[in-house]
């Protein structure tokens, strides 16, 4: 797809087109971001690496899960985020997580870097339809009610 200026001076890189929502030119701007996060060595390519980097308490900003990833690759990643209170969406398919780091098709893209995973996080919820983030409170947040409920 080839986008033209306004000005009508060629191609352009979509850098100055809007992130509507359900607008294709924002969800390619979320995939192209997911790009230059990969080619600057702050993606986790795959549920195996974003669950490793959970396990090992790496920082993990943000993650992507692909809408069409089987329903065990998602259950084995999900519990784990909610446990940590890392904001998640499912949205896109595997094949354009894939296609954005340059792999072949993925369950799941992790962000490591702030900046660019909530760049990410804005474009995809502006560009998903229907695909809140979700921001889970980390285990034990609820660790006080827990206790009281106990000493009754």
Same mark, same amino acid.
């Given at each position: 797809? +080839?986008?033209?200026?306004?000005?009508? =001076?060629?191609?352009?890189? /979509?850098?100055?087109? %809007?992130?509507? !929502?359900?607008?294709?030119?924002? @969800? +390619?701007?979320?995939?192209? #971001?997911?790009?230059?996060?990969?080619?600057?060595?702050?993606? #986790?390519? /795959?549920? =195996?690496?974003?669950?490793?980097?959970?396990?090992?308490?790496? !920082? *993990?900003?943000?993650?992507?899960?692909?809408?069409?990833?089987?329903?065990?690759? @998602? %259950?084995?990643?999900?519990?784990?985020?909610?446990?940590?209170?890392?904001?998640?969406?499912?949205?896109? =398919?595997?094949?354009? #997580?894939?296609?954005?780091?340059?792999?072949?098709?993925?369950?799941? *893209?992790?962000?490591?870097?702030?900046?660019?995973?909530?760049? *990410?996080?804005? #474009?995809?919820?502006?560009?998903?339809?229907?695909?809140?983030? *979700?921001? !889970?409170?980390? =285990?034990?947040?609820?660790?006080?009610?827990?206790?009281?409920?106990?000493?009754?």
């Amino acid at each position: 797809m +080839e986008h033209v200026r306004s000005g009508g =001076e060629g191609p352009d890189t /979509g850098a100055g087109q %809007d992130a509507r !929502p359900g607008t294709d030119a924002g @969800r +390619e701007r979320a995939l192209r #971001l997911i790009g230059l996060a990969a080619r600057a060595g702050t993606v #986790l390519a /795959g549920t =195996e690496r974003v669950r490793d980097a959970i396990r090992a308490g790496r !920082p *993990v900003q943000y993650v992507i899960v692909a809408a069409d990833a089987a329903r065990h690759a @998602r %259950d084995k990643l999900i519990a784990p985020l909610e446990a940590r209170g890392i904001p998640f969406v499912v949205g896109y =398919e595997r094949w354009q #997580l894939g296609a954005a780091v340059g792999r072949g098709p993925l369950s799941a *893209v992790g962000l490591t870097d702030e900046s660019l995973a909530a760049s *990410v996080r804005r #474009l995809v919820e502006a560009s998903e339809p229907g695909s809140d983030t *979700v921001i !889970p409170k980390p =285990e034990g947040s609820d660790r006080g009610r827990r206790e009281r409920r106990r000493e009754r």
